[in-house]
């Protein structure tokens, strides 16, 4: 069974960090490109970051110098660090499994004072 579990999101300040965790099972997770994308009200899903079989990095523009897609393929997980939050980071989190098709449950990430 294919699943994609995310966790750590939360509620922090302007400033702070969280560090975005998905651990995958059901999937050949060491040959395929994941991501993190994100989805805003009212707003369409979006690129955040990806990283190939082979760790060569991708992001969106307004997320660079300040997040990091990093993958550990013995525990089967894809993480995104992600520091000087901005309010307008505030989404819903998901991570892709792009090869498989497959989608995580999302974790809500929300940056306010």
């Known amino acids: 069974q294919v699943q994609l579990v995310e966790s750590g999101g939360g509620l922090v300040q302007p400033g702070g960090s969280l560090r975005l965790s998905c651990v995958a099972s059901?999937?050949?997770?060491?040959?395929?490109?994941m991501g993190w994308y994100r989805q805003a009200p009212g707003k369409q899903r979006e690129l955040v970051a990806r990283i190939t079989s082979g760790g060569s990095t991708n992001y969106a523009d307004s997320v660079k110098g300040r997040f990091t897609i990093s993958r550990d393929n013995a525990k089967m997980a894809v993480y995104l660090q992600m520091n000087s939050l901005k309010p307008e980071d505030t989404a819903v989190y998901y991570c892709?499994?792009?090869?498989?098709?497959?989608w995580g449950q999302g974790t809500q990430v929300t940056v306010s004072s």
């Open positions: 892709n499994a792009y090869f498989t098709s497959a």
């Open positions: 059901g999937i050949n997770f060491s040959i395929d490109r």
